[in-house]
């Protein structure tokens, strides 16, 4: 057990809804990292939060949108879904936020089905 | 942007056969991590190497920070069938991942 806590872990939506991921971290870590990753494919890196600010962009499409709140969970939240949007979400966290020496530890992941 | 190369892309080896497998990037890295994924987990860390040059060991696995900063290799040695995973590199900053090393072990 890493310590990153995901829920749901399955979600099953149709087309054109909004749904909205939950990841609580680590306890004491304040950095929060998202990430997609499709059938068979990488990690694909989203956006990362630290202490509630957001620190970094990835490839995150404007129909997608995150926060991270005062008690240091994050959400990540889809909206005018596509089925091009199937995927594995996970969310990871770390102490310190990534600035060159720091591990991360991943959730169980979310995983998003869209028909 | 920055990416992180692994090769090689697949690998299907016999059991108690040693694997190697590395990582490489256009830009200089302070550290490096490398994390196992079994399928519908989550990755979970197996190394981390802080120092160019930095040899690390975590049971059969080794890996060493390469001397240039740009690279880094990952071995297991004389594996068993729950290695099978894909390997995946990243780097701290950002926490990119690499492109993965997905490993079949046959009995």
């Known amino acids: 057990d890493s310590g990153v806590t995901q829920t749901p872990k399955h979600l099953i939506t149709a087309t054109g809804q909004r749904v909205t991921l939950r990841c609580s971290p680590r306890s004491g870590d304040l950095s929060v990292y998202w990430y997609q990753q499709s059938l068979d494919q990488g990690l694909q890196f989203l956006i990362q939060y630290y202490n509630g600010e957001e620190r970094a962009k990835g490839n995150i499409l404007e129909r997608f949108s995150a926060q991270q709140f005062p008690d240091l969970h994050s959400e990540l939240n889809l909206s005018s879904l596509e089925l091009g949007d199937s995927a594995l979400y996970f969310c990871a966290s770390s102490p310190t936020g990534g600035t060159g020496d720091t591990e991360a530890f991943f959730g169980q992941g979310t995983r998003l089905t869209v028909v | 942007g920055q990416q992180l190369n692994q090769s090689p892309q697949s690998m299907f080896i016999q059991e108690g056969e040693d694997v190697s497998m590395n990582c490489t990037s256009s830009?200089?890295?302070?550290?490096w991590l490398w994390y196992k994924q079994e399928p519908g987990e989550g990755p979970v860390l197996l190394i981390a190497l802080y120092k160019a040059g930095e040899l690390t060991s975590n049971g059969r696995l080794t890996a060493q920070f390469g001397i240039t900063r740009k690279d880094s290799f990952l071995n297991i040695s004389a594996s068993i069938p729950s290695d099978v995973g894909i390997y995946f590199c990243a780097q701290t900053d950002k926490l990119i991942f690499g492109t993965g090393t997905r490993l079949q072990v046959f009995p």
């Open positions: 830009s200089i890295f302070n550290t």
